[in-house]
Structure formats: C-alpha cells, structure tokens
C-alpha cells in the first residue's frame, strides 16, 4: 500500500466527523421517552470501516449495527435495550435494563448496563468520537464495550453541577472451565456480555462527572471487586481488580479536546499465572490525549475537524512472581486524520496511525476510512 498517495487522498477528500454534543444511546432513548407522549421510541447507530495496513492484506468490515428500543410503562418507568449486530454475523444484546425515576435526579436501574468507565465505553456511536477505530487504550485497559448485569443509582444535581452512577455488578470471568485472562489484552477475554454469567462474587462501579465549568466535563471513576469462577474452592483461579480512572472533554468555539488515563491494578496474579500457565500482568494502564480544531466556520451547519490523538499504554505495567514484562504490550500510537460531520448524527471518517511499541524497530501503519450513523 503506497501510504503517501492515501494520506494526500486523505487530505484532500477530508473526509471524517466529530462532535461533542451527544448523548449516549441509552440516555438519549431516555430523554426521549421522557420528552415524547409515545411508549415505544426507535433507533440506531453503527459503523463501515475499511482498514488498510502497510505489507498486509486490507480488510473491510460492518464492524457494528445497533437497533435501539426504549419503551415507556408510564412517566416513571421505563426499559431500553440495544441489539447489537457484529461483523454481519454475531449477535448480542448490549444493554437491556429498566429506569425507574424517583425524581429528576435520582433512578433506580436494573438489568445489563455498560459500565460507567472512562469516556468510550459509554459514548461509543460513531459520530461521538474522533478516528475511524475508537482508542486502542479502550480495547486493551478498559475492555469497551464493556457491560454487566446489576443494579443500582444514577442520576444528577444541576445545583451542584454532578452526575453520577454507582452500581453492584457481575464481574469477569477468570476462570470457566479453562483459565480465562492473559497479559496481551488484559481483562477483554473475561468480559460476559450478560451471555450465562458465571457470577461467585459482586463488584461495585462508580462514577462522577463534574460538569460546573465552562466549556469542560471532568470524569472520575472506580470499580472494585474480584473475577468470576466456576471453581470457587480454588483461589488461584481468581485475581481482585481495582480500576480507577480520569478523563476530560473540552470544547470553545472551534477547538475541543478530550483526555483520558486509566491504572488497574491486579491482585494473586502471581498464583493466577502458575496455575493456569499464563502471562496476565498484575497492574495495566496508561493515557491518551486529543486535540481537534473545525476548519469551517461555527456558522456552518456542519463541521470539519483534523484532529490528532496519542496513545500511549501498557498491559505489562507491571507483572508478578517473576514473569518478565513483555515489552510487545507496551504500545504507543499515533493518530491523524479529519472529521466531516455533514449532518447531526451522520460522519465520515478517514485518518492514519503509526503504531509503535517498546519492541526496538518495530511500527506498523495503517490507514481507515469509515462512515458512522447515530439517530
């Protein structure tokens, strides 16, 4: 693949799209339920991508179509649920819970329901985030898209100018029948997607999103607890989990920026590893920051960003009992490209990534085209 032909291709087609404003899929079929004399309300998001890479074959790919169905009982009840179709093939149900209002700031929700951890797994349509790909960061640490069975509250305070949400959830599975985790993605092979969880432990989630400055949002968040197994008289078949992380987004005319960082920190892996032979690290994390400026003027009804993003992060952060980190898990990329959000909702997306890791000489490219839709 000739990378300089395409990166011109990119730039002048400059086809890519970002915005700040939207809700998450749930909170919007929430909002609009409570706003709308309908029970049943419709809608959906989803992704095309092509990815090109430098010396390999390229792939293109429905990476994802979700259907969206929020009913309402009656002004205080409510369900949402989403469908989500992956690859063409696969089949899942990526939320599905019931909101129950106590007031404007206070619900009661149950069910299966994204875990409130950094920015992406809960604002994960296409037209929310800048690059074809969401974060790697939010592949590796934090396993996005990432939700459990649970309960719990959430809700605001304009006086104080805070959102929050603080659940009791189902957690990773380490341990079903095989040993489960390993150190190149950390806990992503333990996610349960709410398909016949293993639960023999709860986990707590919690979030704060601070919202009383000007043009900026700050996120606070933890989750505590231990893995899932089903051999619960072996405790090597389990690792505590204690994740916390911090994230911003930023916008004021026609500059936005957002950030993110993000430490977990593994406990018994050392028995974990020797028992299952495996390499999970005992603590992974790591950053990104973002910066994207809109070449058209505010009045436009719509918007073209170049944007550039950074990654740097480490599933080997640290490793136990003697288990040489590998220096393959540390990766840094680089991303550029342009957002072209020609209407609420609807983007394309093209941009370049350089990816590096701590492995001397090693770097792969690639290139991405997309289109993303939300309504």
Known sequence: MKFPLLLSL????????????????????????ANSNKNLTLGGYGEINFNGYNGQSNQIDVKRLVLLFAYKFDDRVQFVTEIEYEHVTEVYVEQAFLNYSVNNNLNVRAGLMLVPMGIINEYHEGPTYNGVERPSLDGKVI????????????????????????????????????????????????????????????????????YGLPNIRFGLAAYTGKTQTTNIDDAATQVGVAMVGLDYRYTKGRFSSRGQWVNTSLSDVGAYNAAGNTDLGSAMGGYYLEAAY??????????LDMFIRYEDFDTHKETAAGLVANPAFHRKETTIGFSYHVAPGAVFKADYQAKKTAVPNYTLDQFNIGVGFFF
């Open 10 to 33: 990119l730039f002048t087609t400059s086809i890519f799209a970002q915005t700040q404003n939207f809700q998450n899929s749930a909170m919007r079929q929430l909002s609009n339920l």
């Open 294 to 303: 809109n070449l058209l003027p505010l009045t436009n009804r719509q918007r």
């Open 143 to 210: 396993p996005t898209t990432w939700r459990e069975i649970g309960f719990g509250l959430a809700g605001k305070s304009n006086e104080l100018s805070f959102r929050y949400q603080l659940y009791v959830m189902n957690g990773f599975v380490s341990f079903n029948e095989d040993y489960v985790l390993r150190g190149s993605d950390g806990l992503r092979k333990g996610r349960q997607k709410g398909a016949e969880s293993v639960n023999s432990d709860v986990n707590l989630s919690a979030k704060i999103e601070y």
